[in-house]
């Protein structure tokens, strides 16, 4: 094998199946020996722990205004900030207090991940991916996908010069075929559905052993980049957590990492180790992990998508049953709404605080009324949701039932006679 066990990947140790607990060495590698079970990085970072510099408030606000700050908490080189890449991460944190008062609330912020270089938070996960990618030997940089992590991957690659290939299901918006097409590389649509595109990509990384498909055979790396978006909204609080976070759910890691994030925090003291509930957001037509958490059940049972929310449609989801632990562990919920809701919770979003999100964000904005209606999200409590992509990527969803208010000739008197005024 041409790929090299990683000598500089940071404060990373090993890797360790999050089934069974057996340790693996830390290299291009996403499968536990024993069980199959997915593997997940190991870190040495705490002072007890020794070995890597100590990460304090002071070193992080002391980094780069992107996702590096956090490079000590990353499987990634120590001059990462130093090779090209997309330097995601940073967006902004906005109080949302006329978006609060519709729906009743008292303090309520969105984290909007529009804000990245791809415009979504995708832009996160590959960065941290195409720098264990290299240091690992990889040439390629690869996935299969269900729109935003082909924007990103592209990009990335390009921003890198390297070579990417990249696999969407042939229904995408067209919006994120072009914006994916525009980087150049390898671009390939395939008649079938995520979970169909999902399992070629395992195909082909089984025969191109220098190909790294960043959210299959180096998922455990990619999962990481995620941890970002929960520093950061501790950070930007003032280094403290929110009461309450909804978050939407695809495979369910962009979750689970916040989790990780918010106790990685508690763990190296950077903030208080207080109580904090984790919601997550479906939508109806792919909601398989909400589906089994109302039901009880440990195991997500699969589904075929059917849904406006074509980024979050994952119906067999990788991390379903590691969100099921977080939220049952937090007291939190998993909430779907139907695509008539998503519609409208980017109208709400849109016009109480100009901020114009993709589908998954109007899964988020949609789930949290539910949950606040439904007396699941405690309305008095500090909440933070996530905007985790960007309106024009999925402008068909909105373009049926928004347009102006008026179309009149270019006279004063055809002005007054619409009653504008
Ligand atoms: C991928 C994606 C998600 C969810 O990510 P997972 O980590 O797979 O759950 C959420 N929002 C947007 C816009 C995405 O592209
Ligand atoms: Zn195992």
């Given at each position: 094998?041409?790929?090299?066990?990683?000598?500089?990947?940071?404060?990373?140790?090993?890797?360790?199946?999050?089934?069974?607990?057996?340790?693996?060495?830390?290299?291009?590698?996403?499968?536990?020996?024993?069980?199959?079970?997915?593997?997940?990085?190991?870190?040495?970072?705490?002072?007890?722990?020794?070995?890597?510099?100590?990460?304090?408030?002071?070193?992080?606000?002391?980094?780069?205004?992107?996702?590096?700050?956090?490079?000590?908490?990353?499987?990634?080189?120590?001059?990462?900030?130093?090779?090209?890449?997309?330097?995601p991460?940073?967006?902004?944190?906005?109080?949302?207090?006329?978006?609060?008062?519709?729906?009743?609330?008292?303090?309520?912020?969105?984290?909007?991940d529009?804000?990245n270089?791809t415009?979504s938070f995708k832009d996160r996960v590959v960065?941290?991916?195409?720098?264990?990618?290299?240091?690992?030997?990889?040439?390629?940089?690869?996935?299969?996908s269900?729109g935003n992590l082909a924007n990103a991957v592209?990009?990335?690659?390009?921003?890198?010069?390297?070579?990417?290939?990249?696999?969407?299901?042939?229904?995408?918006?067209?919006?994120?075929?072009?914006?994916?097409?525009?980087?150049?590389?390898?671009?390939?649509?395939?008649?079938?559905?995520?979970?169909?595109?999902?399992?070629?990509?395992?195909?082909?990384?089984?025969?191109?052993?220098?190909?790294?498909?960043v959210?299959?055979?180096?998922?455990?790396?990619?999962?990481?980049g995620?941890?970002?978006?929960?520093?950061?909204?501790?950070?930007?609080?003032?280094?403290?957590?929110?009461?309450?976070?909804?978050?939407?759910?695809?495979?369910?890691?962009?979750?689970?990492?916040?989790?990780?994030?918010?106790?990685?925090?508690?763990?190296?003291?950077?903030?208080?180790?207080?109580?904090?509930?984790?919601?997550?957001?479906?939508?109806?037509?792919?909601?398989?992990?909400?589906?089994?958490?109302?039901?009880?059940?440990?195991?997500?049972?699969?589904?075929?998508?059917?849904?406006?929310?074509?980024s979050?449609?994952?119906?067999?989801?990788?991390?379903?049953?590691?969100?099921?632990?977080?939220?049952?562990?937090?007291?939190?919920?998993?909430?779907?709404?139907?695509?008539?809701?998503?519609?409208?919770?980017?109208?709400?979003?849109?016009?109480?605080?100009?901020?114009?999100?993709?589908?998954?964000?109007?899964?988020?904005?949609?789930?949290?009324?539910?949950?606040?209606?439904?007396?699941?999200?405690?309305?008095?409590?500090?909440?933070?949701?996530?905007?985790s992509g960007?309106?024009?990527?999925?402008?068909?969803?909105?373009?049926?039932?928004?347009?102006?208010?008026?179309?009149?000739?270019?006279?004063?008197?055809?002005?007054?006679?619409?009653?504008?005024?």
């Amino acid at each position: 094998m041409a790929l090299s066990p990683a000598s500089n990947l940071g404060p990373a140790v090993g890797l360790i199946c999050r089934e069974c607990g057996t340790a693996a060495e830390l290299g291009p590698r996403y499968a536990c020996d024993q069980c199959f079970g997915p593997l997940e990085i190991e870190y040495r970072f705490t002072r007890t722990e020794g070995a890597h510099p100590e990460i304090t408030r002071a070193s992080i606000e002391a980094g780069p205004r992107n996702i590096w700050r956090y490079r000590g908490l990353l499987p990634v080189p120590d001059q990462v900030a130093e090779t090209p890449n997309t330097e995601p991460g940073f967006t902004r944190l906005v109080r949302a207090d006329q978006l609060a008062e519709s729906l009743g609330m008292s303090r309520l912020w969105v984290k909007d991940d529009s804000g990245n270089p791809t415009h979504s938070f995708k832009d996160r996960v590959v960065a941290v991916a195409l720098a264990a990618a290299r240091e690992l030997g990889f040439k390629v940089l690869a996935c299969p996908s269900t729109g935003n992590l082909a924007n990103a991957v592209a990009a990335a690659a390009a921003r890198a010069g390297i070579r990417s290939a990249v696999f969407v299901p042939s229904n995408l918006e067209s919006q994120k075929i072009i914006t994916t097409a525009v980087y150049g590389g390898t671009f390939v649509t395939v008649d079938g559905n995520y979970d169909d595109v999902n399992r070629l990509a395992s195909e082909i990384a089984g025969e191109q052993e220098d190909w790294a498909f960043v959210n299959v055979n180096v998922r455990p790396y990619y999962a990481e980049g995620s941890k970002t978006l929960g520093y950061e909204i501790a950070e930007q609080l003032g280094w403290r957590l929110p009461d309450q976070i909804v978050v939407p759910v695809a495979s369910g890691s962009q979750l689970t990492k916040i989790d990780k994030a918010f106790q990685e925090f508690i763990k190296l003291g950077l903030v208080e180790d207080r109580p904090y509930k984790v919601f997550g957001a479906q939508a109806t037509g792919c909601s398989p992990v909400a589906a089994a958490f109302k039901g009880g059940h440990d195991v997500v049972r699969p589904v075929k998508p059917d849904t406006l929310a074509k980024s979050l449609a994952i119906g067999n989801p990788a991390d379903g049953p590691y969100v099921l632990d977080v939220v049952r562990r937090t007291g939190g919920a998993v909430e779907d709404i139907d695509d008539a809701e998503v519609v409208e919770g980017i109208r709400l979003l849109a016009r109480t605080e100009g901020i114009f999100g993709e589908t998954a964000g109007g899964v988020t904005v949609g789930c949290l009324s539910k949950l606040v209606r439904t007396g699941q999200l405690d309305p008095e409590a500090e909440t933070v949701i996530i905007n985790s992509g960007d309106g024009l990527k999925t402008l068909d969803a909105v373009a049926p039932v928004v347009g102006p208010s008026a179309n009149i000739a270019p006279s004063l008197e055809a002005f007054r006679a619409a009653g504008l005024a």
